[in-house]
């Protein structure tokens, strides 16, 4: 995995695999439910997590790619879907279906100009990121729900702050996706009333992937997969099994 070292959990040997990346406030416990339906459908699963250490997204993206024997579903939200792009521009032939969940076309244009807080940040306490990450969490982030609060914020709460940094770092230095691949079977997933991509963004990733589905959760927040496995399984499974438009 060319030296770039990261949790990951594989499990199960079936024919057909598929990745689950989490997003900035996610590691391998945050698609675990929604993991073992596709277990007990007989897939191989692989749930991963981003380094411990300061790394660039075409790093961990071609790391991830180095996991996939064959063909891969790869299905990434927030940061974890702009990675699951950059991997299907670097090897869309590893991609089976492309699955992105609440993200974005372009990490300049979500980021804004908190990525040149973020460089401010490298010489600031790194318990700030934690304080303003944490205030910037609403009930609409979470779809009103306590579960979902205790999983992102009991995450938040208990991860390193340099962690936390290195994965903003690695957003706001992330490359633009000029040149999506054609050919893809693109599936993606928004929820209504998630504060966290605008509806303009939102308009550009569809332009931009082209996907054979679109589906729009009507609850869940920003964390769907969260709020309601099962039904995110279900959904994600349907739109796997389905033909093109």
């Known amino acids: 995995m060319g030296g770039l070292s990261f949790p990951h ?5 079936g024919e057909r695999t598929i990745i ?43 790391a991830l790619i180095e996991l996939i024997d064959g063909k891969a579903t790869v299905v990434g939200t927030s940061m974890g879907g702009y990675t699951a792009q950059l991997m299907a521009v670097m090897e869309p032939g590893k991609i089976e279906n492309l699955v992105l969940v609440n993200t974005f076309p372009s990490a300049k244009k979500i ?20 304080r303003q990450m944490e205030k910037g969490i609403t009930d609409a982030h979470l ?18 702050a340099d962690i936390l940094y290195y994965r903003l770092d690695a957003l706001a230095d992330a490359p633009e996706i000029n040149d999506f691949p054609r050919g893809l079977k693109t599936i993606i997933f928004f929820t209504k009333g998630d504060p966290t991509i605008p509806e303009n963004l939102k308009e550009e990733l569809v332009e931009k992937a082209k996907p054979h589905i679109v589906y729009e959760f009507e609850e ?16 994600l499974k349907s739109a796997l099994e389905g033909g093109d438009r």
């Open 111 to 130: 980021m804004g100009g908190a990525r040149w807080l973020v460089k401010l940040l490298r010489f600031l306490p790194k318990k700030l990121i934690k």
């Open 20 to 62: 689950f990346i989490p997003g900035l406030l996610g590691d391998t416990s945050s698609f675990e439910e929604v993991a073992r339906f596709f277990l007990n459908d007989g897939w191989k699963v692989i749930r991963v997590s981003y380094p411990e250490e300061p790394f660039t997204l075409p790093e961990f993206a071609r």
């Open 220 to 235: 869940g927040g920003h964390f769907p997969y969260l709020h309601n496995p099962e039904k995110f399984y279900r959904i």
């Open 143 to 160: 779809g009103g729900s306590e579960r979902v609060r205790e999983k992102v914020l009991g995450f938040l709460r208990n991860a390193p």
């Open 9 to 13: 959990i594989i499990e199960g040997n």
